[in-house]
């Protein structure tokens, strides 16, 4: 099928992202479910994506990888979710900012952070997110500017950003305040989020059910 969706993921992963996303677009798609290790690393999923990293979309002839791509990418391919603004409205901006913001500053500062990984202070000026500080107050600043991060819809930007939210406050890498836990429970209470959890939570289980 010449524009099928497939996405390759693995439930313990990045592409729960990936998976909400699809969810929220609402169109047929497939996922390949791909094991960590050797099944990641082979020349055949390598081709796809060199890193051997997931998740990697595949539709028709265009390959996305990188989960802030793949949410932007979607949204855009698939207009009539209405997960992105218009291309020529100013709500471009917030929508770009702050999905550019997740997938680099925040990103890096939350690794680092968890690997207990410290750039040195008088680095800070070098390093794209400054400090660890900087980061989470700017990303506070961008969940508390209205509901959502691009104007009062909600759009592909929250299920990136959101799902940096998110999996900081599940796994401690993220500063549990009042503004993160409201913006989580807004997002995570959504049909799609909680139907793409419940599909990849079921994975798991069939995974570990097989050893
Ligand atoms: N920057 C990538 C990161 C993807 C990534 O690191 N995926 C991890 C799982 S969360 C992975 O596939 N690791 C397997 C490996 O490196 O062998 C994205 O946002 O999609």
Redesign the pocket.
Known sequence: MADELVLYTNPM??GRIARWMMEEIGQPYRAEIIG?GEP??SPDYKALNPM????ALVHGDTVV????AICAYMADAFPQAGLAPEPASPLRGPFYRWMFFAAGPVEAAVSHKAFGMEVPADRARSIGYGTYSDAIDTLEYAVTRGDYLAGDRFSAADVYVGSQVLWGLQFGTIEKRPAFEAYGARISARPAARRAAEIDDALIAEMQKQG
Not at 52 to 55: A, I, M, N, R, S
Not at 65 to 68: H, L, Q, S, V
Request: glycine letters at 8%.
């Open positions: 992963s990045r960590f990641m690393k051997g990293k997931v998740p990888t990188e989960c802030a």
